[in-house]
């Protein structure tokens, strides 16, 4: 019979463990493509010339490829990253050209800042939601004048259904409804640090009754609420958001709006 060294049996054990268990490696279901592009106003300054710049990191749905297509439509009218690429570029181009196509004379970037413009776009996914999505998508654009602005846009999606929810699948009556509006305003005085009693013109509010936003997101916490800057406060004061806890507009939610989030995955009678 022969014999093997006991640290030779050990290391023939650990390399066919190591095979067995070894971990396959997938892709992933979401990825994200990164493009960056720059116009000069006047390819002839090279680097004295101002510019456009532009930046995109697009989020790409691999798999299922039906639901992969469904967002790609939404998101982008295409399933094509370089179809939509060329499409915000050309328009981007456009715009920037033809706002100072009358100047007869181009400055240097140093000279006027004001001509540096810029267009950045990233779409991500905020949160993953048993059988749904709520994508975040954000704009950071400067065309001109004193600042740039960033703005930013929800989409609730029902990936089974392949349908993308609004406000009123969730709310009955959601402009109309003063319980609910009136619990809105309370979370908007609480995110300006409003004492009780307080008008909302007292913070940082343009009134004391501030149009209510279609821009949403769901959570396990609660309905999330966003404003862009201008919308409801001045811009220095930037994008508002506010999450109204389930458990006080439970009573106004729909019944459909309820069996949306128990499909979600967010149980609101445990």
């Given amino acids: 019979m022969k014999r093997y060294p006991i640290c030779g049996v050990f290391a023939l054990v650990l390399l066919i463990c190591s095979c067995v268990s070894a971990p396959r490696i997938e892709k992933s279901q979401y990825n994200q493509w990164h493009y960056t592009f720059t116009v000069l106003l006047d390819p002839e300054m090279l680097n004295d010339s101002p510019r456009l710049d532009i930046a995109l990191s697009l989020l790409y749905m691999e798999y299922p490829s039906e639901q992969a297509a469904y967002l790609s439509e939404l998101l982008y009218s295409t399933d094509n990253f370089d179809v939509y690429k060329d499409r915000i570029v050309e328009e981007q181009r456009k715009k920037y050209r033809d706002s100072i ?18 267009y950045a776009e990233t779409v991500t996914v ?16 400067y065309s001109g004048g004193a600042h740039g602005l960033r703005n930013k846009r929800y989409y609730v999606l029902d990936m089974d259904e392949r349908k993308q929810l609004k406000i009123d699948d969730f709310l009955a009556n959601y402009q109309t409804d003063k319980r609910l509006r009136n619990i809105i305003y309370f979370e908007l005085g609480k995110y300006s640090k409003l004492k009780s009693g307080q008008k909302l013109s007292e913070g940082i509010y343009f009134s004391d009754e501030p149009e209510l936003s279609f821009n949403f997101f769901i959570s396990n916490q609660g309905l999330g609420l966003h ?13 508002i958001e506010i ?4 458990q006080v ?22």
């Fill in 101 to 118: 196509a009358d100047k007869t004379t181009i400055p240097t970037r140093k000279e006027s800042p004001s001509y540096n413009w810029r």
């Fill in 249 to 270: 507009i439970r009573p106004m939610l729909l019944t459909q709006g309820v069996e949306l989030l128990a499909k979600f995955g967010i149980y609101l009678f445990l």
């Fill in 227 to 239: 404003w862009n800057p201008y919308q409801i406060a001045p811009y220095a004061h930037g994008n």
């Fill in 243 to 246: 999450i109204v806890p389930w």
């Fill in 126 to 141: 905020k949160s993953f939601l048993r059988k749904g999505l709520v994508i975040e998508r954000n704009y950071d654009t």
